[in-house]
């Protein structure tokens, strides 16, 4: 049996890898804090992103008539 085998089940923590217990996804209240405040940051790129696409594409749609 291997060493990986032995270990009960768990889940690690998703912000900085820390083993807890099965089910759960943040070692701590400051870790899920970051996720969330590292989550909004990459919806807002997204949305700015988006919105650059949209801009330069009605752009390009009035220059080329
Ligand atoms: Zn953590």
């Known amino acids: 049996m291997s060493e990986r085998e032995r270990v009960p089940p768990h889940s690690h923590c998703i912000v900085c ?4 217990p099965e089910g759960e996804r943040f070692c701590s209240e400051r870790c ?3 996720y969330e405040r590292r989550r909004r940051r990459a919806t ?3 949305w700015i992103l988006a919105g650059g696409l949209i801009a330069l594409g009605i752009v390009l749609m009035l220059r080329g008539v």
Do not use: Q
Request: charged share 30%.
């Open 32 to 34: 899920r804090r970051e």
């Open 44 to 46: 807002l790129t997204h």
């Open 17 to 20: 890898g820390a083993a807890i």
